[in-house]
């Protein structure tokens, strides 16, 4: 199938598949699923600049069919959610401005890329270590509560005194500088804008390890936080020529049944074992670019 905008032939049957096995992986971890679908689109010959601006817009419609499913579940922080919206805004365009001048320099596949493998590796060695330590604190305990094994830093970083001061009981949090919020809002955006992805990949994280969220919270969270941020992405690259709006279309036939299995499965499953499951995604996606980037592989 030909799609015009970014002037490229894909098998549309590729872009459902992508569509579907994101949309399970993201409504289940709670991210738009855009640090799989954007290697994924790469390696299908998808031009970068038209990964990041269509990526984003699929991710959109993905994390909005996942919400509802979480909302329902009790699992979103809708006044948290609010307030990073602002900071992502500021996040999302910068990012933005700095993707199309690299694509006016002819370097945007590279630099992007090799920024992907650098977040990636370091998102998946660092929950990967948490997570085990968490479990095997629940060993043997017949407690279900959701034990951190980086918990400490986040009770650090609530204690700071930098008013305004606000409180979100829905996660949990009696006590955090509305800056902190803030910065976090403005950092994952920046991600967002930059690698064309909702910025979940980092943002549960900081949720779960910095804000001290409960990580079903921090699922829900994050894919409400992921319509705004996605979504003024999308709007951004649009402006710019980077999205093209049918090959986004095909891939969310998948992703609306996708999406809805992923959010339904997290009840049953310990907040320690969904960041365990998690640390595998960035770590494929890593490899995945590695291997475009070598020109070893190709779809």
Not at 90 to 104: N, T
Not at 267 to 287: C, D, E, M, W
Request: aromatic share 10%; charged share 10%; glycine share 14%.
């Amino acid at each position: 199938m030909f799609f015009p905008i970014a002037g490229v032939t894909i098998n549309p049957l590729i872009l459902t598949s992508i569509g579907f096995i994101v949309g399970i992986l993201g409504g289940f971890f709670g991210v738009g699923g855009g640090f799989l679908a954007g290697p994924f689109m790469f390696l299908s010959g998808v031009p970068m600049n038209f990964v990041i601006g269509t990526d984003l817009a699929h991710i959109t419609g993905n994390s909005i069919i996942a919400v509802r499913r979480h909302r329902t579940l009790g699992h979103v922080d809708v006044r948290l959610g609010i307030v990073m919206v602002a900071g992502t805004v500021i996040g999302v365009e910068a990012g933005a401005r700095i993707i199309e001048k690299l694509e006016s320099a002819n370097s945007v596949d590279m630099v992007v890329g090799m920024i992907y493998i650098s977040l990636l590796l370091m998102v998946s060695a660092f929950t990967a270590y948490e997570s085990i330590k968490a479990i095997r604190l629940l060993k043997g305990s017949e407690s279900t509560k959701d034990v951190s094994g980086f918990q400490g830093f986040a009770e650090k970083i609530q204690k700071i005194e930098l008013p305004p001061m606000l409180s979100f009981p829905n996660s949990g949090i009696k006590r955090i500088s509305l800056w902190i919020v803030l910065g976090a809002g403005v950092f994952t955006g920046f991600v967002t804008g930059m690698l064309g992805v909702g910025g979940g990949f980092i943002r549960m994280p900081v949720f779960i390890y910095v804000l001290g969220m409960p990580t079903h919270v921090a699922v829900g969270t994050d894919l409400f936080e992921i319509i705004f941020s996605a979504g003024f992405g999308t709007i951004t690259h649009a402006l710019k020529g980077n999205v093209d709006i049918l090959m986004a279309l095909v891939m969310q036939v998948g992703a609306v049944i996708g999406a809805r299995i992923g959010a339904t499965s997290t009840q049953y499953f310990a907040g320690p074992r969904i960041r365990l499951f998690f640390s595998v995604l960035p770590l494929i996606g890593a490899i995945m670019v590695i291997l475009k980037l070598l020109g070893i592989l190709a779809l």
